[in-house]
């Protein structure tokens, strides 16, 4: 079945560091990639997406690519910020199938700092 | 506009008893889910609607759990008989098309406490 595997956190960062988040997937056939975000006391929110291999997904100064060859989707941004501060979750949908549910890692908590 | 919204906020029942969980979607979105989030853990799929009928029931854990949809709008998920591993964020999405590319919008979710 379908799988992604995260890097566990908690992964704390000093303000304008460089981040990474880790996301490998197990899927046959091409899936869709999305990174959900979950700020303290909010709803998921859709952070970006990529739906082909070597597409860029970007958002908010965070991208991922999908890498059908490693099948990887890390998580990157270049200058973290305190409200940066969230869980991310890393997530595939299935075309193949009848419903394009959403396979989700166990997330990822970003602490930011000062 | 108005996004998914989820009733009640919070829940908290007694072993044994049956409990519903509403979701109102996005105005106009065919597709919705529902997922269920235990305590540092993803979501996990449930159920999907397409339109008024389940079109993937298969994460439905067994038979106490069951969810419906009857106008193609609101959906009530039912949790019979509950157990203490019942205790989760429940949360539903939604999305103007099922295809796997349709960006699926979740509501802030029902957290049940099963006592």
């Known amino acids: 079945g379908n799988s992604v595997t995260q890097m566990e956190g908690p992964v704390t960062l000093s303000e304008e560091a460089f981040l990474t988040i880790n996301c490998t997937y197990t899927?046959?056939?091409?899936?869709?990639l999305f990174w959900y975000v979950q700020y303290p006391g909010e709803g998921l929110q859709l952070l970006l997406k990529?739906?082909?291999?070597?597409d860029k997904g970007s958002n908010k100064g965070f991208e991922a690519t999908y890498r059908k060859e490693t099948t990887s989707f890390h998580l990157e941004k270049g200058s973290v910020q305190v409200s940066d501060s969230a869980v991310y979750f890393c997530?595939?949908?299935?075309?193949?199938?009848?419903?394009?549910?959403?396979?989700f890692g166990t997330g990822t908590r970003l602490q930011v700092t000062l | 506009g108005a996004g998914v919204s989820q009733t009640p906020s919070n829940k908290v029942t007694e072993k044994g008893k049956y409990v519903e969980l509403r979701c109102d979607p996005i105005?106009?979105?065919?597709?919705l889910y529902w997922y269920r989030q235990s305590l540092g853990q993803g979501p996990e799929f449930l159920i999907y609607?397409?339109?008024?009928?389940?079109?993937?029931d298969s994460g439905l854990p067994n038979d106490r759990f069951f969810a419906v949809r009857p106008e193609g709008s609101v959906s009530t998920l039912k949790i019979q008989r509950t157990e203490r591993g019942d205790s989760a964020v429940y949360l539903c999405?939604?999305?103007?098309?099922?295809?796997?590319?349709?960006?699926?919008?979740f509501g802030p979710g029902t957290r049940l406490t099963v006592t």
């Open positions: 899927a046959t056939g091409y899936p869709s």
């Open positions: 105005s106009g979105h065919t597709a």
């Open positions: 997530a595939l949908s299935d075309p193949r199938g009848t419903a394009s549910k959403l396979t």
């Open positions: 609607f397409q339109g008024t009928g389940a079109a993937d």
């Open positions: 990529a739906t082909k291999a070597d």
């Open positions: 999405a939604s999305s103007l098309q099922p295809q796997a590319r349709s960006e699926q919008y």
